[in-house]
């Protein structure tokens, strides 16, 4: 079996290139470093089944080609965290609408598998807890310009459904919930990596909002074994699965948690949400996904619990550096 990873020099790429390796793939990965890092994937490269390329996925040519040598791609290349979402939107509508679009244009031609990784942004506001697969989604205004980076992966799912509807192609769509573990930058806004950093810094952690908004955070490890799973499944195809835990958490509590686990000294400083991002941010109060859609298909457990998760990311972090 050859794998695509678009993306795959990020983080939940680089981890998905190790389980496929694992599993006895031959991996191209192709990323074009605007998220990823060449770290990630710096442990894989004496791996003679393990390919990567430098390159966007916007150049076709180049695209055409790897399509062509894979058995199935894993499309994971994307605009990613709130910050940078705030921060570049033509990007994020960009790279997230176009970059789909010649992966399925290409796929399609070859009859080649895909596997899209969606977002749990898809739900937006919606306030139908748990949220399953089948549900509403409910997004604010297009004058605020998170809602650019749902709507655009609403687009990538139904782009990739329409493929597998009137083209025939294979496609399956996995909805990623807040996916963590050791490798991922708190750069473009992800919470953990942000928090561990300041407590180890002992400066203080900043809770966005009143902290009482809550999140499901999943093992990397466990989502990318679930992706790997769905390639594998004739059912899959035409199919959409969340991917995530539902042990929940609110921000509050996660800082405290960080603090008391690092033996920081630091303090939680409360920051309004219009500091943090911009005028009129809206974030999500709750999010927790049904998972018994996927847990059917794959017999699908998170294995790894938030508390473990932490451990093995703030001692990861210590090291890091
Ligand atoms: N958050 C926070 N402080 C930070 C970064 C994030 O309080 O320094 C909050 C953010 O407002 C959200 C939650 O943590 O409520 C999770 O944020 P993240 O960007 O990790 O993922 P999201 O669920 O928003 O995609």
Not at 172 to 198: C, E, S, W
Not at 243 to 262: C, F, P, R, V
Not at 265 to 285: C, L, V, W
Request: some cysteine; proline content about 3%; overall charge neutral.
């Amino acid at each position: 079996m050859k794998a695509l990873i678009t993306g795959g020099a990020g983080f939940i790429g680089s981890y998905l290139a190790e389980e496929l390796l694992k599993r006895n793939y031959h991996v191209w990965v192709i990323d074009d470093l605007s998220t990823g890092r060449i770290e990630n994937i710096d442990a894989l490269k004496s791996n003679n089944k393990f390919n990567y390329i430098i390159d966007t996925i916007m150049n076709k040519n180049l695209m055409a080609e790897l399509v062509d040598r894979s058995s199935v791609i894993f499309h994971l290349a994307a605009a990613v965290g709130v910050q940078l979402i705030v921060d570049q939107p033509v990007k994020t509508i960009e790279t997230n609408i176009k970059g789909t679009e010649v992966v399925l244009e290409l796929a399609e031609k070859k009859q080649k598998k895909v596997v899209i990784a969606s977002t749990s942004e898809i739900y937006g506001k919606s306030s139908q807890i748990p949220f399953t697969e089948n549900g509403d989604m409910l997004f604010g205004p297009t004058i605020r310009s998170r809602w650019s980076y749902a709507v655009s992966k609403a687009i990538d799912e139904f782009l990739g459904l329409a493929y597998y509807y009137e083209k025939k192609l294979p496609v399956a769509i996995t909805r990623l919930f807040n996916t963590v573990g050791p490798r991922q930058t708190g750069r473009y806004g992800m919470v953990i990596p942000r928090f561990i950093k300041q407590a180890l810094n002992n400066e203080s952690l900043t809770v966005y909002g009143d902290g009482n908004q809550s999140r499901c955070f999943t093992y990397v490890g466990d989502v990318v074994t679930a992706i790997a799973d769905v390639s594998e499944l004739k059912e899959a195809f035409g199919q959409v699965y969340n991917i995530g835990s539902t042990e929940e958490i609110t921000i509050k509590d996660l800082a405290e948690k960080i603090i008391k686990m690092t033996g920081s000294k630091s303090k939680i400083e409360f920051i309004p949400y219009e500091k943090a991002y911009s005028s009129g941010f809206e974030d999500m109060n709750r999010r927790i996904p049904d998972i018994s859609k996927i847990g059917k298909l794959t017999g699908y457990k998170p294995s790894v619990n938030l508390e473990e998760i932490l451990k093995r990311t703030i001692e990861y972090m210590r090291n890091a550096d």
